[in-house]
Nanobody
């Protein structure tokens, strides 16, 4: 079974940067979109950024101008460059692939990002 494997989370000071990576462990047919979501303690999971198969990005208002999503089709991978991090960005970050005719959801296991001094 194909899995999404994330890396790059950790502890960073406010104003710092982190780069998250996510790659599929095998091939996924017809990936329509890739994205990142996050869930903070006591809150619902929310969309952070997505990127379509043609490379069109979409961002939550709270991260516009600070986060950049990118992908590597050859590696079946998606990345999230996060800059000017704020304590409010603290959450578990999950990568997501939507694939196939039904836009089936694949999810990663999550990686913790903590922004604190």
């Amino acid at each position: 079974q194909v899995q999404l494997v994330e890396s790059g989370g950790g502890l960073v000071q406010p104003g710092g940067s982190l780069r998250l990576s996510c790659a599929a462990s095998g091939s996924i047919f017809r990936v329509n979109a890739m994205g990142w979501y996050r869930q903070a303690p006591g809150k619902q999971r929310e969309l952070v950024a997505t990127i379509t198969s043609d490379g069109t990005p979409n961002y939550a208002d709270s991260v516009k101008g600070r986060f950049t999503i990118s992908k590597d089709n050859a590696k079946n991978a998606v990345y999230l460059q996060m800059t000017s991090l704020e304590p409010e960005d603290t959450a578990v970050y999950y990568c997501n692939f939507k694939a196939g005719r039904t836009w089936y959801d694949y999810w990663g296991q999550g990686t913790q990002v903590t922004v604190s001094s």
